[in-house]
């Protein structure tokens, strides 16, 4: 015990010059500026009174950035500390998302009433998922009421934010003695660590340029200019361009520093109560574009390629030319396995290969992989197209032409349409209670024989210990993916050189400007709207494509059925991007069973195609409306990134007792003919209340079957027969995804308890 105490003594002594360089270093001379993100939590709260007091500091100089409202940088000779205040909006997600990532405080700004309302505990539940980095809690205003009031109103809001931020303190924001302490906090604090970020070199974009290319003005170099943080950032390595996509590098400047705590003041310029206020254009963009050097410029041999995807070629897979000795065999088995066809006269051998049998002809049906409820739906858009059109032909076609005026019954439409959407959603809950009550439970058609329908499908005498190849009947998307021989020796590997620095490149805290290449111009433009521009550098192996397993857990603020292959929106690290996943059960077998819904009570695991990322990283999973707002429906982390993970659907057939015997039994309804009895016979048989059994021989024409079980059932059992079949995810991975509306919590909902079945 002594021994691990002294160690433990030991381990905290050397990690202590490390916490303090590098609490020091933030915001310091040599370190980059102290990154500051404003969030105001409630629609009330007073987020340019905050702004005010914040920029009315002693002996400060105040930096606005052009063209963006509640953005600016604050300089403090006296303190040597130097900040950059951002602000963003709780209903603006994206905004306020890609800004946690890469600030280094977040200020929440609170009502001195409520706190936060919907919008921001929807903000909270995001930024929480993420990861939140250091934070502190403001509170501007409320000095309008009675001392005795004040009063009662800070404690009904320390009761209020004691569940969210626990052991979080206050601070009233009201004078400007106030934001000096706030400020001394946020540089004093210590900083809280998010892995996915700490481990790839980010940098926010204080300016950027956008340089046309030469054979289109849609594409071209854009030169971003930040400061570096996290990790060294290599030229030779990819850039992620939050909600953009993958880029190259060509060449990484280093011009003056904009933001330096002495800045050279222009003569004339006025001073007033020892605080300056200074453009960007001050620093004169001619003297700066004259003092640019160039750090390093990207070597084509050692540099990233952005290749993400594996070319399938259809010849790989083909054998050489046979030899003489294969050519004989192969006329022999030809002889062998001649038959008789009667063909019409004159056919030649060639064209008599080609003529199929009746029975042959149905063998070689095949159906589709898709679910049986998604061809369900399918077959009732069908019917309903077919009956819309039909309404419009027998409507006689009108040559004349009348103008009438259109009253207020518009909104009759509208209110039709949410009932609609209402509909839709009771159906949705209704096939949820469904497959709750009778999970993975299937009518056997009549119109197919079972044995046709359901001929993807096997039986397996354990689903836990019966063997299954992952490398069988892989589909053709599977060509165009990567794996990793051993994925976690990879990722401890990389995570080992960044630990020992072995990388060149611009150390953290440089101001530099980047020359990314290949940029569509809509970046500059959405730049130019007031969006965050965020880097990330990719680790290697991060631009391609592979099959990633989340762990996710519904979130309480959402109940509604969430169906697999449906499009969601996924917020992963650093990257944001849509898909259709499968859910399956997270267990520790080899085998993990399909679920058709998103459970509300168990955690799940999400399958889908999507670059590579190295975890730890958070996982967000939204899913948008009608009207455009993203609603968050469940929450997670990257659990691996592994195309051998198998996921199993399971059908099950069920069938009725018709005659009961001692350990015998006659059953009805699991099939029609006789064929389909003979067919599914080596399949074990199990009933709902635990008898194991298999089937002994078909009784008649019409489906009935003799079986035999370990003992006698109940007139009330059910028997069932298991099928299961390997599923893989859809390529639906589009990196676009549309910036949301702002969000308001949806009052249309409908309870579970409210969904009745009939």
């Not at 001073?271 to 750090?295: A, C, I």
Request: some cysteine.
């Amino acid at each position: 015990r002594d021994r691990s105490w002294a160690g433990a003594r030991v381990h905290a002594l050397q990690l202590c010059p490390q916490v303090l360089a590098e609490k020091r270093s933030l915001g310091s001379r040599d370190g980059p500026p102290h990154l500051v993100v404003l969030v105001p939590l409630h629609s009330r709260a007073a987020a340019h009174d905050t702004l005010r007091l914040l920029q009315s500091q002693d002996s400060a100089v105040v930096r606005v950035d052009e063209g963006r409202a509640g953005s600016f940088a604050l300089l403090c000779p006296r303190l040597k500390q130097r900040w950059r205040f951002v602000t963003a909006q709780a209903g603006d997600l994206h905004t306020v998302l890609d800004l946690a990532k890469v600030a280094d405080s977040l200020l929440f700004i609170l009502d001195p009433a409520d706190g936060w309302d919907s919008a921001g505990e929807h903000c909270l539940s995001c930024l929480f998922t993420q990861g939140l980095p250091s934070y502190a809690l403001a509170v501007p205003g409320g000095t309008d009421l009675p001392p005795k009031k004040q009063i009662d109103a800070r404690k009904k809001l320390a009761k209020a934010i004691e569940k969210r931020f626990p052991e979080a303190k206050l601070f009233p924001l009201n004078t400007e003695q106030e934001s000096s302490l706030l400020l001394r906090h946020l540089a004093t604090q210590k900083q809280r660590h998010l892995a996915f970020r700490d481990r790839r070199a980010h940098l926010l974009a204080y300016a950027a340029e956008f340089v046309p290319g030469q054979e289109s003005d849609l594409v071209g170099t854009l030169k971003v200019s930040g400061f570096v943080r996290g990790q060294t950032l290599n030229v030779n390595s990819l850039v992620h361009i939050v909600g953009h996509g993958d880029f190259q590098m060509s060449q990484v400047d280093a011009p003056p520093d904009p933001l330096t705590l002495n800045p050279r003041v222009v003569k004339g310029q006025k001073r007033s109560q020892d605080m300056e206020v200074q453009d960007d254009s001050v620093n004169g963009t001619d003297e700066m574009e004259e003092d640019v050097k160039v750090l390093m410029k990207a070597d084509p041999n050692k540099q990233e390629s952005l290749q993400s995807e594996v070319v399938p070629d259809p010849m790989e897979g083909e054998q050489t030319w046979p030899t003489e000795e294969e050519l004989q065999e192969a006329e022999a088995s030809l002889k062998a396995n001649r038959r008789v066809v009667k063909v019409p006269k004159g056919t030649s051998k060639y064209q008599a290969a080609w003529i199929v049998d009746d029975g042959e002809e149905g063998n070689q049906e095949d159906d589709d992989d898709e679910d049986d409820d998604t061809d369900d739906d399918m077959m009732e858009e069908a019917v309903s197209q077919e009956g819309e059109s039909s309404e419009e032909e027998e409507e006689p076609a009108e040559e004349e032409c009348e103008t009438m005026t259109i009253s207020e019954c518009l909104r009759d439409d509208q209110y039709d349409e949410k009932v609609e959407e209402d509909e839709q959603m009771l159906e949705r809950y209704k096939q949820e209670r469904m497959d709750e009550m009778f999970p993975d439970e299937v009518d056997t058609p009549r119109d197919v024989p079972a044995r046709v329908r359901f001929q993807k499908y096997r039986g397996l005498k354990s689903f836990r210990t019966s063997p299954w190849d992952p490398k069988e009947n892989l589909p053709r998307d599977y060509a165009r993916i990567f794996q990793f021989q051993d994925f976690s020796r990879t990722r401890k590997h990389l995570f080992r050189q960044i630990e020992k620095e072995e990388t060149e490149g611009a150390s953290v805290g440089w101001y530099v400007t980047l020359h990314v290449c290949n940029v569509p111009v809509s970046v500059m433009e959405s730049f130019r709207e007031g969006k965050p521009l965020v880097l990330f550098s990719l680790l290697p192996h991060e631009q391609k494509m592979s099959v990633l397993n989340f762990l996710v857990r519904r979130h309480p603020s959402n109940s509604e059925p969430v169906r697999a292959k449906e499009e969601l929106i996924f917020h992963c690290g650093f990257r944001r991007f849509r898909a259709s996943p499968l859910f399956s059960q997270h267990t520790s077998a080899d085998k993990h069973k399909l679920e058709r819904f998103l459970r509300l009570d168990a955690a799940l695991v999400v399958t889908l195609y999507a670059p590579i990322t190295f975890p730890p990283a958070s996982v967000l999973l939204f899913k948008q409306r009608s009207n455009g707002m993203h609603d968050l429906i469940a929450t997670g982390s990257l659990l691996s990134v592994d195309p051998d993970r198998i996921v199993i659907k399971r059908l099950v057939l069920s069938g009725h007792p018709f005659k009961i015997f001692t350990k015998m039994a006659v059953v009805r309804y699991m099939f029609f003919n006789r064929e389909d009895v003979m067919w599914f016979k080596p399949v074990e048989l199990r009933t709902k209340w635990g008898r194991r059994g298999h089937i002994k021989e078909p009784l008649g024409t019409h489906g009935h079957m003799k079986c035999h079980f370990d003992g006698q059932l109940k007139s009330q059992d059910t028997v069932l027969l298991n099928l299961y079949k390997r599923v893989f995810p859809k390529w639906t991975y589009d990196p676009h995804v549309p910036e949301p509306v702002p969000w308001v919590r949806s009052e249309s909902a409908l309870p579970v308890q409210e969904v009745e079945m009939e």
